[in-house]
């Protein structure tokens, strides 16, 4: 799996799409299989991983939000370098995600 396209322009958020998951993963056990919308067949166990990184990303940029710093202050401090490895693989490095999301973390 990798970072996906969260659409800040029309409303999304990280935030939003962490609650979205969670309803997801309450309608779900370990039998279904989550076709996402890019990317290979998933089970509830991808799913959870998934929403577990957006939950530490969400909070380590919430805390530099709360803090003052700017989105390009934020990608200098690299909050996100440890998940780079799991989940940078798609169209978004770290960097290029917190700079579209970072706007609309709150």
Do not use: C
């Not at 989550?34 to 990303?57: C, F, K, Q, V």
């Not at 530099?64 to 200098?76: D, R, T």
């Amino acid at each position: 799996m990798s970072i996906r396209f969260i659409d800040v322009a029309h409303g999304g958020s990280v935030k939003g799409v962490i609650a979205g998951v969670d309803t997801i993963l309450a309608l779900t056990d370990g039998d279904s299989k989550i076709i996402p919308g890019h990317g290979p067949l998933a089970n509830r166990a991808d799913l959870t991983r998934y929403r577990d990184m957006l939950a530490i990303a969400y909070e380590r940029l919430l805390k530099l939000k709360i803090q003052g710093v700017s989105a390009e202050g934020a990608v200098l401090q690299a909050p996100l370098e440890d998940l780079e490895a799991d989940w940078g693989g798609g169209i978004f490095t770290a960097d290029k995600w917190i700079g579209v999301v970072y706007p609309a973390v709150f």
